[in-house]
């Protein structure tokens, strides 16, 4: 009620001038306030995407000086690029496997957190563990990975005393295994993002209807399937749609296992992007490469946006 | 009550703008002080790899002799540096002083991010006769090599007695019979180890063609790419023959430097070719490690100058600086007979000054043995200059990946190669 009586005062002030560029200045007071964050937003956003939307329609861009419009020049030879064509299908590979890897270990990890067979020591123990990948940098996860899954580590060196192999796997070399190898490792860092998140909203779901379930004679599955999964269902979504953003822009793991080797098997659209600008110096195929990887990543993010609405 | 918010807003407002002004400063580089004193960037990894402290004494004998000149370092590792300078290069806002590679030398000279030091070095009559070497581009100087470090053949000579191998191998058919020897002698031991990673692919540079170097052979004519030579062809074959054999350590197509090192630290294998840097690394992880350096093998019956394949810390100067006399004499300071030889013996390395000399006093004995080895030799690096140097390396990875797994003949591979390579050497 307090609120109007201010409004009133200012409807009837324009008649004189200093009133006037007071309101103004009032009026301008919230844009002051965000001023910075906008400057921030435009200088180390808006100005770097749209130059390189710019530079991705000329041709030798940044190594040479006077560079020339080339229209869709750029556009043409990467998606015709062979390489790029592989990247785009491992990274579609990575990211959906992970996210689907993520998304079962993290539900699994949680509902056992949430469990009430467990006492709550045990639970605190497990939290711990399970959450431990994600303490872990990537460059310590990369290395720890390198040497675990060296072809004399100790995965080899377990499996090969159980007696499940026979030769030492080369998990990062191999043409054939190396894609599903950092799939695996990418997997072990992420999931507890998901278990985190899932846990949350597992406790926020109301007893009465688990309750309520179980005096209409239902089974665990059925609670599962009917009460379970559609309370977690705006969680899932978000958590998916974000996880296939941030899983699609992996490129240090990446870098630091297998580098896109061997032979492309693990490239993707990151380190595609990466070589081409820093070690062939191609900034504007560079540029359009990253260019179609934000578009593939605008289409993510409007689903989550959208998922977000309907929330 | 509006008193005191409207001074919170100024005082937010001042914070600000504060803030931002900072923010703004911050991003410039040293300029020059209101007393005429000078201060240099540079920026370089050397810092990063030598012991704590000492390049920075390095750096105040300097500027206690030339006290209107200060120079700031800007130390990070050498993938960080690189990218730094490449980011610096497309900006124009290279620091006044670099540390280069050789391999990037072509590409910043073309972009005409680092300045032509043959017109400084005449212009503070240099006497450029002391420089080893000198990284020219179009007949022009834009590198100037400090320290230079070689790679020779690095033997574990507990795992070669084991092997029951009476010497150090010489030429490639006694190394793949030493390799095929150490490779049967037990365990995962393998005879070499080969890292052809394709993220920082210097192996095809250190480890592959430091095989055609040590015979004399060169992968360039009249400089341009000549991979279907016979030389090329025969030290790829080669390489096949060592995989053929089962000789080299497994994991080879995404293995890196550090992994090499660290597998002959482990005693995992028994012979591998790498940077004399790392010997002071080896003995500190494993002090016990019997071992020697040598000469590369060469093919049989080879009688001529082997060529033992270096790095350098070479070093440049930003065309976009406003201080080039300044940074020359700083350049000049480095490549000094005194301070080029101190440098040279804390880096472990070979001066960049042909009349310095390092002090082998205090080092490993393995130093004065690799001296001998480059003093018998010449410094060989193809690499050294050419444009898009490391995708060169790493096309050549990727096909020389296909010919050890089978997927490609060596003719084809090299034929593959010298079309990739023609494209980018014009």
Not at chain 1, 26 to 41: A, K, N, Q, W
Not at chain 1, 242 to 250: E, G, K, N, V, Y
Not at chain 1, 294 to 309: E, H, I, N, P
Request: hydrophobic share 45%.
């Amino acid at each position: 009620m307090t609120l109007t009586a201010p409004e009133t005062s200012t409807r009837a002030a324009p008649a004189v001038p200093g009133r006037s560029r007071s309101t103004l200045a009032r009026r301008l007071v919230p844009y002051g306030y965000l001023s910075p964050t906008v400057l921030l937003i435009v200088v180390l956003m808006v100005v770097p995407i749209v130059m390189v939307i710019g530079y991705s329609f000329r041709d030798n861009v940044i190594v040479q000086e006077n560079s020339v419009f080339a229209g869709f020049a750029n556009y043409t030879k990467v998606l015709t690029d062979e390489s790029f064509l592989a990247a785009l299908k491992n990274t579609g590979v990575f990211i959906s496997v992970s996210t689907l890897a993520h998304l079962v270990l993290g539900l699994t990890f949680a509902m056992m957190l949430n469990s009430p067979l467990l006492g709550g020591v045990t639970k605190a123990i497990f939290r711990i563990v399970y959450i431990l990948p994600w303490l872990f940098t990537i460059a310590v996860i990369a290395v720890i990975w390198r040497l675990l899954l060296d072809p004399a580590g100790v995965v080899n060196h377990v499996l090969q005393t159980l007696g499940l192999i026979q030769e030492g796997v080369n998990w990062f070399s191999d043409p054939g295994m190396a894609l599903w190898a950092v799939t695996f490792v990418n997997i072990w860092a992420g999931y507890p993002f998901f278990m985190i998140s899932l846990l949350a909203a597992l406790q926020g779901i109301p007893n009465d209807l688990y309750e309520a379930a179980a005096v209409d004679g239902t089974n665990w599955f059925q609670r599962f399937f009917h009460v379970t999964l559609p309370q977690l269902r705006p969680v899932i979504i978000s958590m998916a749609v974000l996880d296939l953003i941030w899983t699609s822009h992996q490129f240090a793991l990446i870098w630091m296992t297998t580098g896109g080797g061997p032979l492309n098997a693990t490239e993707m659209l990151s380190t595609f992007t990466y070589k081409q600008a820093f070690s062939e110096y191609e900034f504007a195929t560079a540029s359009a490469a990253a260019v179609i990887v934000l578009l593939l990543t605008m289409v993510l993010a409007f689903f989550y946006v959208r998922s977000q609405r309907e929330r | 009550m509006l008193f005191r918010a409207t001074r919170l807003k100024r005082l937010i407002g001042a914070v600000t703008a504060a803030t931002m002004v900072t923010f703004v400063a911050a991003c410039g580089s040293g300029e020059d002080a209101s007393d005429g004193t000078v201060t240099l960037e540079f920026a370089q990894w050397w810092g990063a790899e030598l012991p704590a402290g000492e390049f920075d004494k390095i750096i105040n004998d300097f500027t206690t002799e030339n006290p209107n000149i200060k120079v700031k370092l800007l130390s990070a590792p050498y993938a960080s540096t690189k990218q730094q300078l490449l980011t610096g290069a497309a900006s124009k806002t290279l620091p006044d002083v670099v540390g280069l590679d050789g391999a990037w030398v072509n590409d910043f000279a073309k972009q005409g991010a680092i300045t032509d030091l043959s017109k400084l070095m005449t212009d503070a009559n240099y006497d450029a006769s002391e420089l080893a070497s000198q990284v020219q581009v179009d007949g022009k100087t834009y590198m100037i090599p400090v320290v230079n470090f070689v790679y020779p053949l690095f033997v574990n000579k507990d795992l070669l007695t084991k092997a029951g191998v009476p010497s150090t191998p010489t030429t490639r058919t006694e190394f793949l019979d030493a390799a095929k020897k150490i490779s049967a002698s037990g365990g995962d031991v393998k005879g070499w180890v080969l890292p052809l990673d394709t993220a920082v692919p210097n192996g095809v540079q250190n480890d592959v063609m430091s095989w055609l170097w040590a015979s004399g052979g060169s992968m360039l004519a009249d400089g341009k790419p000549n991979l279907t030579s016979a030389p090329v062809k025969s030290t790829i074959e080669y390489v096949k023959s060592l995989n053929d054999a089962g000789v080299i350590a497994p994991g080879s197509l995404t293995m890196k430097e550090q992994d090499k090192v660290e597998k002959f630290t482990n005693g995992q294998v028994g012979m591998m070719i790498d940077s004399l840097a790392h010997i002071n690394l080896i003995k500190k992880n494993k002090p016990d490690l019997n071992f020697e350096v040598a000469a590369l093998p060469a093919e049989d019956g080879f009688t001529g100058q082997r060529g033992i394949p270096y790095a350098s810390w070479g070093i440049g100067i930003s065309n976009s600086t406003k201080h080039k006399a300044e940074a020359f004499k700083f350049v000049s300071y480095l490549m000094s007979q005194q301070t080029n030889a101190k440098l040279s013996t804390i880096a472990n390395g070979f001066p960049g000054n042909k009349t310095a000399e390092p002090d082998f006093g205090n080092s490993d004995p393995l130093f004065k043995t690799a001296f001998d080895i480059y003093q018998q030799g010449y410094p060989a690096n193809e690499f050294v200059g050419l444009p898009k140097s490391e995708d060169l390396m790493r096309s050549f990875a990727e096909q020389l990946q296909l010919v050890l797994t089978g997927k490609s003949s060596v003719d084809d591979a090299l034929a593959k190669s010298q079309e990739n390579w023609s494209s980018v050497i014009e």
